[in-house]
């Protein structure tokens, strides 16, 4: 025999018995175990410690047990009667046991997946947000648009808007992951989307039919677009990255032209068709607006930099030179610029305003 563990529970003992039936556990009597139980065997000769779990072994009082402890999500037990509530998403409000959302944050697609991270606290590793996933209708997950609800209706979700190019549709999900739902179908593929709040319209971008068109979400409303192209270029034009101006009545957009790469622009309604940019550009990727200061922000894959212009294409400024791994999306949120580098997996932030050589790393996913 070669007994390595014993534990007792009420009126058995219980030990482990490492040269029995090629490694067995055994129950007898605390009394006289003799006529002893194998309960298991052939366990192997690797089988150490044995431990008894049950309720009745642990007599006391914990705070969490009842009603979760008061916590809207976590209740932590501390000991002595003493507990604290904490948020898995979201932040602990005031009364110290409800929580509450954050007022922004940063929303990345892994394609079969969305995550969060927060826009100014990159030491927090809790998601801002619970992760979105559905693997029966999130495949391929490219472009995304958002309506921010919550500002002017208190506890009304705020809703995401996606395009997967395996399904070839626009979805949309509330951000407390409840709703999912199909926008439209056989769009072909997204990968510019953009939400114009007054009118609940999404526009987005055809790479397959060098489109741009637009869509009511709520298609009872009066007036309401129901697939409305209301760009069409050439078979050699290939519109991406888009973005959009509600108060000025403008869009803007990256054109993949082999030929003659550009960022363009055109009224909401498609008049007025400009090009902006088109020297020095090679492969516009990520195009992101700054609404306050009404300046455009777009990285180049190929040229591995992120500029800034005025609305007219004018006053180009480099606000970053990469290293050499691309930067497929771009935004900008209050005079900070964050950009997807391509390779790396990662998530980069660096001031707006300025040149920097050194960008804060806040996530590797």
Known sequence: MDMFSVSVFEDFIYWSDRT???????RGSKDNATDSVPLRTGIGVQLKDIKVFNRDRQKGTNVCAVANGGCQQLCLYRGRGQRACACAHGMLAEDGASCREYAGYLLY???TILKSIHLSDERNLNAPVQPFEDPEHMKNVIALAFD?????????????????????????????GSRRITIVENVGSVEGL?????????????YTTSTITRHTVDQTRPG??????????????HPRAFVLDECQNLMFWTNWNEQHPSIMRAALSGANVLTLIEKDIRTPNGLAIDHRAEKLYFSDATLDKIERCEYDGSHRYVSLRGRGRGQPSTE????????????GGESLQAPASVNPTLPRLLLIS
């Open 20 to 26: 029995h039936a090629n490694g067995s556990i055994k």
């Open 109 to 111: 697609s892994e394609r």
């Open 148 to 176: 921010y609800r919550a500002g002017t209706s208190p506890g009304t979700p705020n809703r995401i808007f996606f395009s997967d190019i395996h399904f070839g549709n626009i979805q949309q999900i509330n951000d407390d």
């Open 194 to 206: 953009a939400y114009h709040r007054g009118w609940d319209t999404l526009y987005w971008t055809s």
């Open 224 to 237: 309401a677009f129901e697939r409305e192209t209301v760009i069409t270029m050439s078979g050699d034009d």
């Open 332 to 343: 900008t949120v209050q005079a900070q610029t964050w950009w997807e580098q391509l390779g």
